[in-house]
């Protein structure tokens, strides 16, 4: 299995802790994002997206993390990244999806870039961006694991998607100096999370092209 | 089942599809957008993003249409809106989360008004930034249908999440003026899905809360 990735992007993050929790073998290509690697016409005619990450397992191959996770958990069942009955998957998979889609997205790089370059937004109005989506959701996502569902992790005390999605969110919220005392639970399970190896291997820093 | 929604809401569009193509029965109980309804505390209490759709099936409940999607799949499997395989479900999704992720929310109403309220966005440039991101996830989107695995659909011959996301989105841009020219498979496949009964009668004029 090779995964194309780099060392900050967020849903390479989020692939990197799951094939660490199935301890899966997987050999880390990093992309130089910076010199533009991502756009160029090898890597593009893989995923012509032009995002990292893209993962690929024999001849199979994908870009989009969540595909990557539900493939990887379909491919590689054990250890479990989703419980079993559909109505936790459901609450797992709606965790997932307000940072997958609802957070991420709009704070990537390339919409960063579109505020600034585009409509003018200062650096002061970009950080005000950033932090104001990841806010929002992250209100939501509190309240939601006040629903009597959580434990040390979003979904009981089994790692799932939903942590492999909070947990490189939060990082990002940390470097930007995002204010998160609004979110106790969310701290305690990223807390509990950033016990593990899975976790700890994963993160930014441990990558081999970690700047 | 209940579903709420509003009738030009993109991601309740994607699971009106699927309940049609699945023949399960369904309330739909429109919300009134405009009139804040869906940021009301009766709201807030059921989907604390204050977002439609929501669905609720007995006792589960859940927000982010594409748990939905796949929360259906499971609980209803037939007929199915996934591949059997795991090599064909994850280029399902793939091209899903081209949408669902790196489209759809980027171009919500809610990112609309912030950089026409907070960042000074003209109406032209608020035109231009929802252009934009279609073209730049249709031309992934179009690139990876060339590899021979679409056929009447975006996936062979059979309706998938794809189609589910992919309807909406050209609703959507054809909405606001977007060139599609350069798209000739994705527009051949929605054509191709709006003449089935499934689509039609999901669409947003074909709504009781249609203005």
Redesign the interface.
């Known amino acids: 299995m090779e995964l194309y990735g780099y060392f900050r992007s967020s849903t390479a993050y989020r692939v990197r802790i799951a094939l660490n929790v199935k301890g899966l073998d997987c050999t880390h290509i990093p992309l130089s994002i910076l010199g533009g690697e991502h756009k160029g016409e090898d890597y593009m005619s893989k995923?012509?997206?032009?995002?990292v990450p893209y993962l690929s397992d024999g001849?199979?191959g994908?870009?989009?993390?969540?595909?990557?996770l539900?493939?990887l958990e379909?491919?590689y069942p054990a250890p479990a990244l989703l419980p079993s009955d559909?109505?936790a998957?459901?609450?797992v998979?709606?965790l997932?999806?307000?940072i997958?889609?609802?957070i991420?997205?709009?704070d990537n790089l390339r919409?960063l870039k579109?505020?600034t370059d585009?409509?003018?937004?200062s650096a002061e109005?970009k950080t005000?961006?950033y932090q104001?989506w990841i806010l929002?959701?992250f209100?939501?996502f509190e309240?939601?694991l006040q629903d009597g569902k959580s434990g040390d992790f979003c979904h009981g005390n089994t790692v799932t998607f939903a942590d492999l999605c909070l947990v490189p969110q939060v990082y990002n919220a940390r470097r930007f100096n995002c204010p998160l005392e609004d979110f106790p639970t969310i701290i305690r399970i990223t807390d509990n999370c950033n016990t593990l190896d899975a976790f700890i291997e994963a993160q930014p820093e441990n990558q081999i092209d970690a700047l």
């Open positions: 995923n012509p997206q032009g995002f001849d199979v994908m870009g989009q993390s969540m595909a990557m539900e493939y379909e491919s559909a109505a998957r459901a609450r998979r709606q997932s999806g307000i997958a889609c609802d991420h997205p709009i919409v579109y505020i585009e409509l003018g937004a109005q005000i961006w104001h929002e959701g209100r939501a309240i939601l």
